[in-house]
């Protein structure tokens, strides 16, 4: 809500954040996105040389090809790029059911000097996929045992149909430092399975769900009600730095976003940073407008009106 009279000196608005240990200018993600080609070697080291100047987090594509291909690790490795970023390794969930194990997972992160490692849950893209990877029973024990295990933070996220306030608990209660929401609203993963079926009755199969999942707002709110102190990450269909601002106050402590980050990127290095400038900046407008110093008082703020509401 806009407040008129916000008290503040725009200057003194504080838009930074810490999270596992690593300062951040703002609450942003650059989503994990790609990896193993030399086209994602050049969108990784754009968007990774954005991260560093503008003190954003970002996120790898999965690193399973780099495991099964070592020599590939040009593409992925940005930490010199970016040695003061917030990085993520990113490895699907359910390799973990396929022979890979906390040996991997260490070896993922150590290659890529990553701070933390991110598993990525996608059960319905996986099973649209002729040759999808669709054992998913006994997950959360083996994830649990990589949490206890890894040596660093590890995140579980969807990757675009986002994570019921149950398992958000189960997620939390198994000893997953953050979680990220990734509700629908964005890419959506079943439509791009559905373009690259060969086979018609397939691809009416993926258009089938085609507004499948649970959009990332109501993700979030369930998630914040049912996990009160726990660290959550907000990715799905943001766009600009309005719906970071949204996000945050919703109750994230850090928004994802991919789409409009890869899309600068494609248009080169200025672009990107620009971009990222530009996201930045309309949050903290957003905060001086609506009278939030900081990240918890735009959070605070919407909690308050809503009590006022009701």
């Not at 996105?33 to 954005?50: D, E, I, S």
């Not at 390799?95 to 194990?101: A, F, H, P, V």
């Not at 109750?251 to 290095?269: I, K, T, V, Y």
């Amino acid at each position: 809500m806009h407040n008129a009279l916000p008290e503040l000196d725009l200057d003194d608005v504080d838009t930074s954040t810490t999270i596992f240990g690593r300062t951040l200018r703002a609450p942003i993600l650059i989503s994990c996105m790609t990896g193993g080609t030399m086209q994602a070697r050049r969108f990784n080291r754009v968007l990774a040389r954005v991260a560093q100047e503008g003190r954003l987090a970002m996120g790898l594509g999965s690193g399973r090809a780099l495991l099964e291909h070592p020599e590939v690790v040009d593409t992925f490795d940005v930490r010199s790029l970016a040695p003061d970023v917030l990085l993520f390794a990113n490895l699907g969930a359910v390799q973990l059911n396929k022979g890979y194990g906390i040996d991997d997972c260490r070896r993922l992160v150590s290659m890529l000097r990553a701070d933390a490692l991110v598993l990525h849950l996608n059960p319905l893209q996986e099973a649209l996929q002729p040759e999808g990877d669709t054992d998913f029973r006994g997950l959360l024990a083996k994830i649990e045992s990589v949490c206890e295990r890894a040596g660093v933070p590890v995140v579980v996220k969807e990757v675009g149909w986002g994570i019921a306030d149950d398992l958000v608990r189960k997620l939390f209660d198994a000893g997953v430092s953050a979680v990220d929401v990734a509700g629908a609203g964005g890419t959506s993963w079943s439509e791009v399975e559905r373009h690259r079926l060969a086979e018609p009755w397939r691809a009416r199969v993926a258009a089938a769900f085609a507004g499948w999942g649970i959009p990332t707002a109501q993700c979030l709110q369930a998630a914040r009600a049912i996990a009160p102190e726990g660290l959550l990450f907000a990715s799905g269909g943001l766009r600009d730095g309005m719906d970071v601002a949204k996000a945050i106050a919703l109750g994230a402590d850090l928004a994802g976003m991919a789409g409009p980050f890869l899309r600068a990127a494609a248009d080169g290095h200025d672009a990107a940073v620009e971009r990222a400038r530009e996201i930045t900046e309309v949050l903290r407008i957003v905060m001086f407008a609506t009278g939030a110093r900081t990240l918890a008082d735009l959070r605070g703020t919407l909690v308050r009106k809503n009590e006022e509401e009701r």
